[in-house]
T-cell receptor
Framework: GAGVSQSPSNKVTEKGKDVELRCDPI?????LYWYRQSLGQGLEFLIY????????KSGLPSDRFSAERTGGSVSTLTIQRTQQEDSAVYLC???????????????FGPGTRLTVL | GQNIDQPTEMTATEGAIVQINCTYQ??????LFWYQQHAGEAPTFLSY????GLEEKGRFSSFLSRSKGYSYLLLKELQMKDSASYLC?????????FGSGTRLLVRP
């Protein structure tokens, strides 16, 4: 497929457990973003990757949240000791790097719906 | 979210025209996006404005006034499939800051 893919599509976990969410961006896209969308709310920025480095982590809500990206491609968002308020749809997006500047449009994946019981 | 305001919900009739407004905080502004999101699906890109004026793309048009911190999305010849949420987002550096979205219901 040519689009952004995410796995799993749905994840149900118990409070206190750790979860890992995966994002496969569009091939060749240098920039990768994680957003969170709670029920009935807009998208909330979490973290931005340029290549393998994360120049902007300002949206991560607590130190229980972390993310990494390897090989300038796949990214993993990890939530440790999950809480019920972490329940949301986690969306990943990617965009190309053209002419030395990040292009405008972000392409979104289908998201992972996380439910913490 | 974060000083971006748009109506929560709108209703319109099939075949009609609807305008969805968005106001935003102007500091650090670097472009204004509109995305469409059907329930349970990923947001899809509709339009991008960085200069003042109207950008037309088929049935959809988007307008921007940077001095007023104002944008609107205009949907013409509404179809039932246009029932979705419409997300206004401003670009600040590399990230997008989204409003809470406007849920549009198109009725026959």
């Amino acid at each position: 497929g040519a689009g952004v893919s995410q796995s799993p599509s749905n994840k149900v976990t118990e409070k206190g457990k750790d979860v890992e969410l995966r994002c496969d961006p569009i091939s060749g896209h240098t920039a990768l973003y994680w957003y969170r969308q709670s029920l009935g709310q807009g998208l909330e920025f979490l973290i931005y990757f340029q290549g393998n480095s994360a120049p902007d982590k300002s949206g991560l809500p607590s130190d229980r949240f972390s993310a990494e990206r390897t090989g300038g491609s796949v990214s993993t968002l990890t939530i440790q000791r999950t809480q019920q308020e972490d329940s949301a749809v986690y969306l990943c997006a990617s965009s190309p790097l053209i002419g030395g500047a990040v292009n405008n449009e972000q392409f979104f994946g289908p998201g992972t719906r996380l439910t913490v019981l | 979210g974060q000083n971006i305001d748009q109506p929560t919900e709108m209703t319109a009739t099939e075949g009609a025209i609807v305008q969805i407004n968005c106001t935003y905080q102007t500091s650090g502004f670097n472009g204004l996006f509109w995305y469409q999101q059907h329930a349970g699906e990923a947001p899809t890109f509709l339009s991008y404005n960085v200069l003042d004026g109207l950008e037309e793309k088929g049935r959809f048009s988007s307008f921007l006034s940077r001095s007023k911190g104002y944008s609107y999305l205009l949907l013409k010849e509404l179809q039932m499939k246009d029932s979705a949420s419409y997300l206004c987002a401003r670009r600040s550096s590399y990230k997008l800051i989204f409003g809470s979205g406007t849920r549009l219901l198109v009725r026959p």
